[in-house]
């Protein structure tokens, strides 16, 4: 005898738990697309997060910031979250799986899911005769569910964000570089009458070149963050003579540069001198900066059979072996950045348009001097 047809027979709870799920997807990637923080977002009423699984207290976690979603298990959300973050291996924990002893007296199921933002959503119950039947095979369904859900949402918004200030960052590059230009190019053409007026403008020519070359890492850094190389336009360039102007732009700038150079004559190469300049100016003021007080900086530029090298000396306090590997890397942390500074991404920048040429950049630290060399292939034309 066989049976009938599948749409007699009912929904399994654990099917149901998963539909339930699905049924609020949509108002979950709307309320994480909006402004303000994803603790905002997720604590909206609308979403109803804590109705998900039937508890007593429901709590959304991120950082170490709670907000209760149902009843008050705040602080008691906060107290097990050490014991959750080394329980939660595969994103779901609850009291009474094997991996939880130190949960055995709360009663709570928590799922991870943001682990950048280090985001969790707890739910409370009273305890069971049994701590391994507090939770049933159609809430850990439904929390899983619910998981995944999260973790696309919030991946869907942080690369909306990051579209969105990459474009914003791409704009406002474009559209502060002709005001920029206007302010250089007419101090440029002032008349000074007097060694005061001489001065007064030298300083908005620095002032101006120094923002200009901010500007540039800016949209350089929001490039290699899109994931796009730095685009070069190589020919062949005097490398020999570009040094050579690039000191003495500096000088002019900076009066104030103690510079001892020593640049062989006639190196030609294929490079974009635009972008060879800005790396040699870079590393030059990173290194007059850093230098002590009234010592000089030492520049040398040699060609060695196939390739030219560029070194930039200077002597410094000594530098951690941390500090001198992260020299080229991007500063991350939230510290305060010193104001000679800058961005921070300088050195990562003019790595990336380094390397764009095919090339290396590097930093070697030598009893109180501390080494950048810089070398480029010598590339047929």
């Known amino acids: 005898m066989t049976t009938s047809s599948s749409s007699s027979i009912s929904q399994s709870p654990i099917s149901s738990g998963l539909e339930s799920a699905a049924d609020g997807r949509p108002a979950l990637n709307l309320a994480?697309?909006?402004?303000?923080?994803?603790?905002?977002?997720?604590?909206?009423?609308?979403?109803d997060l804590a109705s998900r699984v039937d508890c007593l207290a429901a709590v959304i976690?991120?950082?170490?910031?709670?907000?209760?979603?149902?009843?008050?298990?705040?602080?008691?959300?906060?107290?097990?979250?050490p014991a959750l973050r080394e329980a939660a291996m595969s994103g779901v924990c609850y009291s009474g799986m094997p991996e939880a002893d130190s949960l055995s007296q709360?009663?709570?199921?928590?799922?991870h899911f943001c682990p950048p933002e280090d985001g969790w959503l707890l739910w409370f119950r009273d305890a069971p005769a049994k701590p391994e039947t507090a939770w049933s095979d159609t809430d850990l369904a439904t929390?899983?569910?619910l998981r995944a859900d999260l973790l696309e949402a919030c991946l869907h918004r942080t690369t909306l964000t990051n579209r969105v200030q990459q474009r914003l960052i791409s704009r406002l590059g474009h559209d502060l570089c002709n005001p920029l230009q206007s302010i250089t190019m007419s101090a440029g053409l002032l008349r000074p009458q007097g060694e005061r007026d001489t001065e007064l403008t030298r300083h908005i020519v620095a002032a101006g070149k120094k923002m200009d070359r901010l500007l540039a890492q800016v949209r350089d850094l929001n490039q290699l963050q899109a994931?796009?190389?730095?685009?070069?336009?190589?020919v062949e360039t005097n490398i020999s003579a570009l040094v050579q102007a690039v000191l003495d732009d500096e000088q002019a700038l900076y009066p104030e540069l103690s510079i001892q150079a020593w640049i062989e004559p006639g190196i030609t190469a294929m490079v974009d001198a635009d972008r060879y300049a800005e790396v040699i100016a870079h590393l030059l003021n990173n290194a007059s900066q850093q230098s002590k007080p009234d010592t000089p900086t030492l520049i040398e530029l040699q060609k060695q059979?196939?390739?030219?090298?560029?070194?930039?000396?200077?002597?410094v306090d000594p530098l951690s072996p941390e500090q001198l590997a992260g020299l080229f890397q991007p500063v991350t942390s939230d510290g305060p950045i010193s104001e000679q500074s800058g961005l921070g991404m300088g050195l990562y920048t003019c790595a990336a348009i380094v390397q764009a040429h095919e090339g290396s950049v590097g930093a070697e630290q030598a009893e109180e001097s501390i080494v950048f060399c810089l070398t480029l292939p010598l590339l047929e034309s």
């Open 61 to 81: 976690v991120v950082g170490s910031e709670p907000v209760n979603l149902l009843g008050d298990g705040a602080r008691e959300a906060l107290e097990i979250l």
């Open 106 to 111: 709360v009663h709570v199921l928590a799922v």
């Open 305 to 315: 059979e196939d390739s030219s090298t560029l070194t930039i000396s200077c002597q």
């Open 227 to 234: 994931g796009n190389a730095i685009s070069i336009n190589p």
């Open 143 to 145: 929390v899983t569910a």
């Open 32 to 47: 994480l697309q909006g402004p303000g923080r994803l603790l905002d977002c997720l604590s909206n009423p609308e979403l």
